[in-house]
């Protein structure tokens, strides 16, 4: 079975400052797509950044950029320029390619970011 | 464009009363649906997903149940609340390789 792992329970990071999130998951297949999610304090799901597994580039928007490194498992979110509107909690997903069954989505227990003016 | 809307937003229930949630979605057809419960600060625990119309499958065992009874419509329900059934829970639609589009969520507090 998938997991994911986001070993930071709790990150913080100043204004316009810059800030990482850490995020591995264990998987045999080799096609996926992997994904970040913000949720803020209003609880809607909001969908960050996607990558898909075959890509070699690294996928940005804006000023969210993520770092893939398929051998190793990884896949952490940077966010650049941080701003008081990125505080809320950072949700690492996978979700395999071509499953027939259910296209289920892998959580990991999430990072909540604080950012401090 | 692809919707996906769910409610009521916020439910206060007794123990032992009964639950029902629903979520529809407009602008596809045949959508693979989900049921997520959520713990205060915590992650996402898959409930149930569909695959379609009275197809449902179920992740956890739990005083919960889905039904689909058209395309677009997924609902959880329960016959009798429990404590522990309080949660913010989250129904959720997957657009392929976009991912998931969630609903904005029902908090669920059961007294």
């Known amino acids: 079975a998938q997991t994911v792992t986001q070993s930071q329970p709790e990150m913080s990071v100043q204004e316009a400052e810059t800030v990482t999130l850490s995020c591995t998951y264990d998987?045999?297949?080799?096609?996926?797509?992997l994904f970040w999610y913000k949720q803020p304090p209003s609880r809607q799901m909001i969908l960050v950044i996607r990558?898909?597994?075959?890509?070699?580039q690294n996928a940005t928007e804006n000023r969210f950029s993520v770092n893939f490194q398929k051998a190793a498992k990884s896949f952490s979110l940077k966010i650049s320029d941080s701003q008081l509107g990125d505080a809320a909690m950072y949700f690492c997903?996978?979700?395999?390619?071509?499953?027939?069954?259910?296209?289920?989505?892998?959580f990991g227990e999430g990072t909540q970011l604080t950012v401090n003016p | 464009s692809q919707t996906i809307h769910q409610w009521p937003a916020t439910l206060v229930q007794p123990v032992g009363s009964p639950l029902s949630l629903e979520c529809t979605v407009e602008?596809?057809?045949?959508?693979?649906l989900y049921w997520y419960r959520q713990a205060a600060g915590r992650g996402l625990q898959l409930l149930f997903y569909?695959?379609?119309?009275?197809?449902i499958s179920s992740e956890v065992p739990q005083n919960l149940s889905a039904s689909r009874p058209q395309d677009r419509q997924f609902i959880l329900s329960s016959k009798k609340l429990l404590l522990s059934d309080s949660g913010f829970y989250l129904c959720?639609?997957?657009?392929?390789?976009?991912?998931?589009?969630f609903g904005s969520g029902t908090r669920l507090t059961v007294v």
């Open positions: 602008g596809t057809s045949n959508p693979n």
């Open positions: 569909s695959v379609g119309i009275g197809q």
């Open positions: 959720a639609w997957v657009a392929g390789f976009r991912g998931y589009t």
């Open positions: 990558q898909e597994a075959y890509k070699q």
């Open positions: 997903a996978y979700l395999p390619q071509g499953e027939t069954s259910g296209s289920r989505l892998t």
């Open positions: 998987t045999s297949e080799s096609d996926y797509y």
